[in-house]
């Protein structure tokens, strides 16, 4: 879990990067499957350190407090939705190919088949789990009786994890948010690991053309945002940053407005062919927390345990799934920052955001979606900003994003058919998703008005998601 705050006046990066176990190494990992499917998949779970780091910072109500709403909806269980019923089906095969079926166990109806749109799913465990949890704490998850319980799950399932890494908890560390003007407006975000810095440098970008034009939909503009998109990629691909150095860089290049320019100019009316065509593996789930207060404050939260359903694993006894985040790491070049080393963290795409305007926090935002998060993350600030668009206006707009090898993922209606058409004329390859299509992210978002008082909530239409407010 990676966070951003603003408290008392200040703003924080919270990086709650999890670690690689003492046991992972390389040579364990030849087989790809082993990185994504399974118990040799997981890392050190990092999300209940990182919540109850800022709990025990940050927070004014007591950790058995916030932990009682998810007892309660353990418990009592909830209603099954279409996307989660859908997700099941999708992910069938991948359940059993778990050897010990512990995921399908636990997510699956009588642990065989998906769920139907309106069954109660319950989670007896998982709520016996969150109640010790809330009872001893949440350093008991990674020194107590849950850690054992945890240790001896993974030695009977050949995993890595074990109660020595838990131990060594993952308190996560507070770094300093990077931040830069988008037509004036100050956008903080999270440094490296994550890809905060690739949406700043898409907002530089795109400053260099007219507001006019970012809001015409025609093939032109969706050409120009899409190559943009993959010159940033680009360079973030390019230029690894060692998250543990970066504050030492004195000139952040790559966060220069003339830098920014020089890749916006570099733009042609055509496809940039001289960009590699070779596409990165890609990771699936992710999920994003907005929150802002009365007082100023405000949090954006982006956890995640990759791949929907995580390593499709889950914790004998304990009811929660595995994440599956070794699959983040790199395995050939061992210059990289985030080559596979024990205790080791992996990058990530998330960029929780803070958007400033009058020197206080007018929007808190970010989004699942794996390499995407950056394109939707940006494409709705400048929805927002350059067309004039309240946030609900916004995030029905149709997406597009553009990977490395020039594939363009965009979301069609029938006014989208000319400009699909050109776009491949200029050589782009097509991926047609449907109109809210749950691959292009999840915008989950509040704002402070700056007209009267209170606040608007957005929860992305693509996904499930709610947008409450509490007196």
């Excluded at 956008?187 to 015409?216: C, E, H, I, Q, W």
């Excluded at 004329?425 to 989950?444: C, N, P, Q, T, V």
Aim: a positive charge.
């Amino acid at each position: 879990s990676l966070a951003i705050l603003h408290i008392d006046g200040k703003t924080i990066a919270v990086d709650g990067s999890s670690r690689a176990p003492s046991l992972a190494h390389n040579s364990f990992f030849e087989k790809r499957s082993h990185r994504f499917i399974g118990y040799k998949a997981t890392t050190v779970p990092s999300t209940i350190a990182t919540i109850g780091y800022l709990n025990e910072k940050y927070g004014k109500l007591d950790w058995e407090t916030i932990v009682k709403p998810s007892i309660r909806i353990a418990k009592r269980g909830y209603r099954i939705t279409k996307l989660q019923h859908e997700l099941q089906k999708d992910n069938l095969r991948k359940f059993f190919r778990v050897k010990s079926k512990s995921g399908a166990k636990y997510f699956l109806k009588d642990g065989e088949v998906p769920y139907e749109i309106g069954d109660l799913f319950v989670q007896e465990d998982l709520a016996e789990f969150l109640s010790n949890l809330s009872k001893y704490g949440y350093v008991s998850f990674y020194q107590g009786e849950i850690a054992k319980q945890i240790d001896k799950d993974m030695k009977a399932n050949k995993g890595f994890l074990r109660s020595e890494d838990l131990a060594f908890i993952p308190v996560p560390i507070e770094r300093k948010p990077i931040s830069r003007r988008y037509r004036g407006i100050r956008v903080y975000t999270m440094p490296p690991p994550t890809a905060g810095d690739t949406m700043l440098l898409v907002l530089m970008m795109l400053a260099n053309l007219k507001k006019s034009f970012l809001r015409s939909r025609t093939p032109d503009s969706y050409h120009f945002i899409a190559e943009t998109f993959r010159k940033a990629l680009l360079y973030r691909t390019q230029r690894k940053f060692n998250p543990e150095t970066y504050h030492q860089i004195d000139k952040k290049t790559h966060l220069s407005r003339d830098f920014a320019k020089s890749l916006s100019e570099s733009i042609r009316d055509s496809m940039d062919p001289d960009l590699p065509l070779k596409e990165f593996p890609d990771i699936e789930d992710t999920t994003h927390l907005s929150v802002m207060d009365n007082e100023g404050n405000a949090v954006g939260i982006t956890q995640s345990i990759e791949l929907v359903y995580g390593s499709k694993a889950a914790a004998d006894g304990l009811g929660f799934l595995y994440n599956n985040y070794m699959s983040a790491f790199e395995f050939e070049n061992p210059s990289h920052p985030f080559y596979l080393r024990p205790n080791s963290i992996p990058w990530t795409s998330v960029s929780p955001s803070i958007i400033f305007y009058n020197h206080e926090p007018w929007i808190v935002l970010g989004s699942p979606g794996s390499a995407r998060i950056f394109s939707v993350v940006s494409h709705f600030i400048s929805r927002v900003i350059d067309g004039d668009n309240s946030m609900d206006i916004a995030m029905t707009r149709p997406r597009i994003h553009c990977s490395l090898d020039g594939k363009i993922s965009i979301e069609a209606d029938d006014s989208g058919v000319e400009i699909i058409r050109h776009l491949k004329k200029m050589g782009y390859k097509i991926d047609i998703r449907e109109r809210f299509s749950f691959y292009l992210g999840a915008i989950h978002a509040v704002l402070k008005r700056q007209t009267g008082d209170g606040f608007q909530g957005i929860a992305e239409m693509r996904r499930d998601g709610t947008a409450e407010g509490l007196n």
